[in-house]
């Protein structure tokens, strides 16, 4: 808190010698000159007071004269300790995130919160936080180290993706079969008919008595009724 209100009071300084009172120049001179850190510090109590203006339906403008006073609260003994902590403990596993990333997370800001134990901190965290209810079950019934965990939780991915790869749908091997082979292995509704047709001239299939130049009794004389065209069918 010293160093940063030594810095305040500096820029303070640098803002009146310069004359700058526009609010979105000052805003941006304060993140510019304070560096990364304090950029990373302001992005990360922007990320907080936006969910809670999400949750409350408080509006707060986010520039320079807000800036400061979020800064100043971040900075408060006591605060920054139980501010950190409210952002580990609100920590949930992405949707595409690893789960060794989400751990890493975790972990980061765990140390951040200035637990004695952050392991056993980040163990809590992970059965609140992760995606996969199979590990959130074997937490809550086991004692695991972090990294008995660590494993355990890639193990579990790799063979979710694995399941989800076999539980695709396989296209049918009709549907895979090129197009001129699918016309050709089609039935012919065509040949079923073709079958039924009979000549009741010779009592053959596959025409009729009219198409008299396929009648094998076309020339024949029947030995019933003495007709030609037709074998004994009388």
Not at 24 to 47: A, S
Not at 158 to 181: C, D, F, G, I, N
Request: net charge neutral; glycine share 4%.
């Amino acid at each position: 808190r010293n160093d940063w209100m030594k810095w305040r009071k500096a820029f303070d300084r640098f803002l009146r010698a310069n004359k700058i009172d526009n609010d979105e120049e000052k805003f941006d001179l304060l993140l510019v000159l304070g560096g990364i850190e304090l950029q990373e510090y302001y992005d990360k109590i922007t990320k907080y007071e936006v969910q809670n203006v999400l949750v409350t339906g408080e509006v707060e403008t986010l520039q320079y004269d807000s800036a400061v006073t979020s800064l100043e609260r971040y900075f408060a003994p006591q605060l920054n300790k139980r501010f950190e902590r409210h952002l580990f403990r609100a920590m949930k596993q992405e949707e595409s995130e690893p789960f060794h990333e989400f751990v890493f997370r975790l972990q980061g800001q765990a140390k951040r919160s200035d637990f004695v134990d952050v392991d056993d901190m980040v163990i809590d965290q992970v059965v609140e936080g992760c995606k996969s209810t199979e590990l959130r079950k074997k937490l809550l019934t086991d004692d695991l180290a972090l990294n008995d965990i660590m494993t355990l939780g890639k193990t579990i991915e790799e063979v979710q993706k694995q399941s989800k790869q076999y539980e695709r749908p396989t296209p049918s091997a009709y549907a895979q079969a090129p197009l001129v082979q699918r016309i050709e292995k089609r039935p012919d509704r065509y040949q079923n008919t073709e079958s039924r047709r009979r000549c009741y001239n010779c009592n053959r299939p596959g025409h009729l008595a009219k198409e008299t130049e396929k009648c094998a009794a076309k020339n024949a004389t029947c030995h019933g009724c003495g007709s030609q065209g037709h074998f004994k069918v009388c």
